[in-house]
């Protein structure tokens, strides 16, 4: 008895062609590159990613106030592109803009600190937490499993 081959029906994202792909062809393309799989040939996979830029994506989901650059053709983060105003050129590789408050839509100059790297951003993020950890073991500071937030306990002597 032979076995049948099942065929798995899709369509191509590229140029809307409908394509056809054998099981273990299948699984062979997802080990290789795991967008492969949407595309009816290389020229279409090619073809998309040259119209349809990844980092794009990402930076349009984000919660953050997008500003579009000129130079790099891109929607960029608006604190960054205000941290470049201050400070008068274009923020390094590994220069990482921290948001003070942290309140990502809040962009104002005073709310914004130019950390050097990602270890710099940690510590500060870190002492945050370990304040905050502070708050919450002398009673000042309780989370609300209703609200799901962090809210002041009513009772405490901290006037703000």
């Known amino acids: 008895m032979k076995r049948r081959k ?11 062609k409908e394509f056809e792909l054998v099981p273990w062809e299948h699984r062979e393309r997802l080990k290789v590159n795991k967008h492969s799989r949407f595309f009816c040939s290389m020229l279409c996979r090619d073809l998309y990613s040259r ?5 794009k ?11 579009w650059d000129i130079l790099s053709k891109t929607y960029r983060k608006e604190s960054v592109t205000k941290m470049e105003k201050l400070i008068g050129r ?3 590789g590994k220069e990482i803009v921290h948001h003070i408050n942290g309140n990502h839509k809040d962009n104002r100059i005073e709310n914004l600190l130019l950390c050097k790297n990602m270890s710099q951003h ?18 000042i500071v309780e989370f609300d499993k ?4 962090y809210v002041i306990v009513n009772n405490s002597s901290i006037v703000l």
């Not at 099942?6 to 809307?16: A, F, G, S």
């Not at 510590?123 to 009673?139: A, Q, V």
């Not at 209703?146 to 937030?149: E, I």
């Open 57 to 67: 994506l990402i930076l349009l989901n984000t919660d953050q106030p997008l500003v």
């Open 90 to 92: 274009r923020i390094i």
């Open 146 to 149: 209703y609200k799901s937030k």
């Open 51 to 55: 119209t349809h830029s990844r980092r």
């Open 122 to 139: 940690k510590k500060i993020e870190h002492s945050f937490y370990k304040l905050l950890e502070r708050l919450m073991l002398d009673g």
């Open 6 to 16: 099942l065929y798995l029906k899709l369509q191509c994202i590229n140029c809307q």
